[in-house]
């Protein structure tokens, strides 16, 4: 599965996206997006703040704003990955 990550806001405004093959199950995303899923109904947005989402590529319905303090140990070698790959987006 590919999947995208999106890092948006901060002081300069700029988003960042960046794409990666993962051998992630669909049941593992799944549980994955449950461990790190933020709860969108609470607007406390900080000012100029870091925001993430993480989707599977080219599933626009699948965008899903995510807590990057909540990933879990087992998957820091794949977020580290993406973390890395942040390109100014296109």
């Given at each position: ?61 699948s ?9 879990p ?18």
């Open positions: 599965m590919q999947i995208t990550l999106t890092q948006s806001g901060g002081i300069a405004g700029k988003k960042l996206t960046t794409s990666l093959n993962t051998t992630l199950t669909d049941k593992e995303w799944e549980l994955l997006l449950g461990t790190i899923k933020i709860d969108t109904t609470e607007k406390s947005r900080k000012r100029d703040a870091l925001s993430y989402t993480l989707q599977k590529k080219d599933d626009k319905g965008i899903t704003s995510i807590d990057i303090g909540a990933i140990d087992a998957h820091n070698d794949l977020f580290k990955k993406l973390f890395d790959g942040l390109k100014p987006a296109q």
